[in-house]
């Protein structure tokens, strides 16, 4: 026995080495962590439990005819903050973190057990894609995954850290997952590398610049998070799931910590709205204002800003936040912000997090390319969203509702549970200036003094028009309130509300605008 438990150490430690001593050291001079030492800052001490250590790598049908225990993947379960996780980590010092039969199948049966026991799924890839030796096995592995991802999707929330290379079809698996984290300067994901693109279509690029994290944070929307480094990186994942049950079937539980006062009304929030309303104001000063003390958690803070998402807490209790952003665009939605509220909240109603959105919206972005980009069709996303909505949904107008984006904003009509509106929100087709312009045109130009006439039609639609008290007229806003008292009536409400149960017709699954 005494040598085969000598064997049986030796093999551990030949697994554990991943592609050797010098693979590690390269990865080290890259400012990379490995595998494992990844999954040690990203899990609790000592939960880590490792699953198919042993699993070989097929046998290579052409070039270096080498085998590696693991497959170049760290699978296995442990706990994040006390919470089971699935986890497993690509190796890049085996064969470069090329995705093989076995390495695929590994990554499978991750995803497979965790709709299975219902906990959260966390993938580390740092891969430089399919393995060519492998062809069309490796390829079928991929395909494999995605379908796995998909099955997944809105069962078990996945997260993806790319800290290293993600390119070709390995890209797939990401986008098909909930949140992505990237790092700066060691992050890369496209689907047609450098030389690729150098060769079909004879430009330069490098990696930073084509798929780098500020590309996919800032342009493309890909990713969700950006850190300076690895660990920030992890740590990252660790907070984000303090926001989030680990499957669809359960409520996230009350963070009591981070309660000190349900009843806090703030005064400053009379002060936030400036008194003409073309002047801006940072609606994440309300949030902060509102939510329990700093509980709020920005998802993808630095694209589509003239949009706001992300997690909050009220009376302890995780919330999803959309917020229109009149700091930038004057808060109106366009392409993108449509796109990245809308997919927020169908995660959020998947995962049984109630929704809360803080509403100054003048409109949809005009012009050409906006309309050419598809906004109709973005648009109608965030109106399936909301309107798919079995969550409590919640809404408070702080100024502007107008137009179409009044439509899109989770009024009423859509289902929203409660609509509370300040006493400085309008309700209009469109501002009081523009709408006096069309409406009034030959009575202005009529009149003795333009800029009188116009000034008094102004302030006579803004009193009796675009005003909340019409809107609460007819029973479109439940309540006009003091914004002090944002807080505690939201908390009352979400109370009230959390037994929420709504049923959508009978059918296999809306159709979405893609």
């Not at 040690?40 to 070989?56: A, H, P, T, W, Y």
């Not at 409520?251 to 309303?277: A, G, T, Y």
């Not at 003048?362 to 969203?385: M, N, T, V, Y």
Request: with cysteine; aromatic share 8%.
């Amino acid at each position: 026995m005494k040598k085969r438990i000598e064997k049986l150490r030796g093999l551990i430690s030949k697994a554990k080495l991943g592609g050797g001593a010098l693979a590690i050291e390269k990865q080290h001079e890259k400012g990379k962590l490995t595998a494992r030492e990844r999954l040690e800052v990203l899990l609790d001490d000592g939960s880590f439990r490792e699953l198919g250590l042993f699993i070989k790598s097929s046998p290579l049908p052409i070039g270096e005819k080498k085998e590696f225990l693991g497959d170049g993947l760290v699978a296995g379960f442990g706990k994040i903050n006390g919470r089971r996780v699935l986890v497993y980590s690509q190796d890049f010092t085996v064969m470069g973190g090329s995705l093989g039969e076995r390495h695929a199948e590994k990554i499978v049966k991750i995803i497979q057990t965790g709709r299975k026991v219902g906990v959260p799924v966390i993938a580390i890839q740092d891969s430089g894609g399919a393995r060519i030796q492998e062809g069309v096995v490796s390829l079928a592995g991929y395909a494999s995954i995605f379908k796995e991802n998909t099955l997944s999707s809105g069962v078990v929330p996945q997260i993806a850290c790319i800290l290293g290379p993600c390119a070709g079809g390995a890209v797939y698996s990401p986008g098909l997952m909930d949140f992505v984290f990237m790092t700066k300067g060691t992050s890369h994901m496209f689907l047609t590398g450098p030389d690729v693109i150098k060769t079909v279509l004879h430009e330069e690029v490098t990696f930073e610049d084509l798929g780098g994290a500020s590309v996919h944070t800032q342009k493309s929307g890909v990713s969700h998070f950006v850190s300076e480094n690895e660990v920030e990186c992890l740590k990252s994942v660790r907070e984000l799931l303090n926001y989030i049950p680990s499957n669809n079937k359960i409520h996230q539980s009350r963070k009591d910590s981070s309660v000190k006062d349900v009843q806090r009304r703030e005064n400053k929030l009379r002060d936030i709205i400036p008194d003409s309303s073309d002047k801006p104001y940072d609606m994440k000063e309300i949030l902060d204002l509102v939510l329990d003390d700093n509980s709020f958690f920005e998802v993808q803070s630095s694209w589509a800003k003239n949009i706001v998402v992300g997690f909050g807490r009220l009376d302890g209790y995780a919330v999803g936040i959309i917020a229109n952003q009149p700091n930038v665009l004057a808060g109106c939605l366009d392409s993108d912000a449509c796109n990245k509220s809308a997919r927020f909240i169908r995660f959020c109603d998947s995962f049984n997090i109630p929704v809360v959105s803080f509403v100054d919206v003048p409109g949809f972005l005009p012009g050409k390319d906006q309309e050419h980009q598809g906004i109709i069709r973005h648009g109608a996303k965030l109106l399936h969203a909301y309107s798919e909505c079995t969550v409590p949904l919640l809404t408070v107008v702080t100024r502007k509702a107008y137009g179409g984006a009044y439509c899109v904003m989770a009024p009423k009509q859509l289902g929203a549970d409660l609509n509370l509106a300040w006493p400085s929100a309008e309700f209009a087709v469109m501002g009081a200036e523009g709408a006096i312009n069309i409406i009034f045109r030959k009575d202005i130009k009529n009149a003795k003094d333009e800029d009188e006439k116009r000034k008094d039609l102004i302030h006579d639609y803004e009193t009796n028009i675009a005003t909340p008290y019409i809107a609460a007229e007819r029973g479109y806003v439940d309540e006009v309130v003091d914004p002090i008292d944002t807080r505690p009536k939201l908390i009352e409400a979400l109370r009230f509300f959390k037994s929420k149960r709504e049923k959508m017709p009978p059918r296999k699954h809306g159709n979405i605008p893609l």
